[in-house]
Every structure is written in C-alpha cells, then in structure tokens.
C-alpha cells in the first residue's frame, strides 16, 4: 500500500462546533418574515463571505438571541450584484429580503462578511461589517423598534399631506408626497402600505379617465393627465396613449 507522502503543505481544517452553539437560522422567505412580524421580533441578517463556516457566527449566546430576541436569516453567499434583467421599474418599494438577491438589494459588499439589523419587515436600521458579539448584537436589536417607530411617524406626515391634497383634490400633490415615502425604500409599516393602497387608488381612477380620453382621441386631456402622473407607474402607458391618438 503506497502511503500519503507529506509535501509540507498546510491542511485547512474545519473548526469543530459546538451544535448549541449555532444560531436557529432562516431562509429568506415569506414565511419567515410572517413569523418575525407575528412575534414582533427584529431580523439579524447575516451575509457570509466566500468558504465561511458555522464557526464563523456562532456562540451559545448568539443561538439563545436567536430562540428569543431576534430571527436570525442567513443568505446565501453569492458574488453576483448584476441587476435582475427581469426586474420591474416602478416607484413603489419592494422587499429587499424577498427579492431573487438580497445580497444585490441590500448593496453587501462582494465578499465582505455583513450583519445587518432589520425590523420584521426587512427594513435596514444597522450594518456591522464585523461579526458582533451577543451582547453588542443585542444592544442593536433593542434599538429597532424606536427605529421603525421614528421611520412610520415620517411616513406618516407624508401620508397626512397626501390626503390634505386629495381632499382638495390635488391628485399632482398628492402623488409628490406618496413617493416622498416611497423614496424612504421602506417596506410593511402601517403607513407604507397605506400609502401604497392610496396611491394605487389614484392611478386606478387616473386609468378609467385615461381609456375615455383614448376612446374620445381627446390629446389634450391625455396631456394634461401626462404633466399630472409624470414619474409615476403611469407615465409610460400615458405616453403609449398619447401616441396612439396623434
């Protein structure tokens, strides 16, 4: 039998780990997010680099925050930050977790190990480019919910000014303030998606009077409605229409 002959070289070995020691990881998926929101607990999104191991974030400390203070979401280490050719432009936020990349979404760095704090909802409120300790990572979950309760009250003055618009009806500005809180890149918060029916409501209407004016060739109303939707998820089927009638 020929024996293994010793070139000297250096043999990376796999830490041995503890198995109480590693946290109670999650996918990105919708049920996870359902889970954290129905607990009312933050995420701690973990972006591993290239080869890591379960030694690399893990302590008996780490899994117990797991079990009771936070969801802990590990991603799939990927190099890949190329936008999706499949994604859609629209003005209204999506979310970063659910998306076919997080790692893209969330801007992670290509292979730089990343903690990011979230809400349960995805939002980002802290970025750790160092794997915390349980204490330190503990200190940063206490701090999200007056996070996200300081990101719902702005959202909710965009909201306000809103409908003041609409009660005016002043569909323009109201729109302007609807994506002033889109631009926040926020998702799941009350007022979010209050903004997001709202505003869905708007464009709906603006589509019923948009087929009429089609129907009627009526170019200068369409016009009108251009300058009133501009840069909204309207503007391309307002222009298409417009084209249409010329």
Known sequence: MTKPTNTGGTVK????????????????????????????RALVIYFPEENSTDADFSSKELAELSKTDAVFVKIPYTADREASPW??????PTS??????????????VGKSTVIVADSFGNE??????????????????????????????LQKNLDKAKA???????????KYLIKNFDEDVVGLAPQEESIRVYHDI????RSE??????KKDADGIKT?????KKTDLEAEIDEALDSVK
């Open 13 to 40: 070995r796999t830490p041995t780990v503890d198995p109480e020691s590693i946290p109670n990881w999650q996918r990105p998926s919708s049920d996870t997010l359902e889970s954290a929101a129905s607990e009312k």
């Open 165 to 175: 618009y609409l009660d005016k009806e002043d569909r323009k500005n109201a729109v």
């Open 87 to 92: 994604a859609e432009d629209g003005v209204v």
């Open 210 to 215: 948009l087929a009429t004016m089609v129907e």
């Open 203 to 206: 464009l709906d209407a603006a």
């Open 96 to 109: 970063k977790l659910l998306s076919d990349n997080p790692s893209r979404e969330y801007d992670v760095t």
């Open 125 to 154: 409120y802290y970025r750790l480019s160092k794997e915390p300790n349980a204490d330190q990572l503990k200190a940063y979950i206490e701090k999200v919910k007056e996070q996200a309760d300081k990101a719902s009250e702005k």
């Open 225 to 229: 409605l251009a300058k009133e939707f």
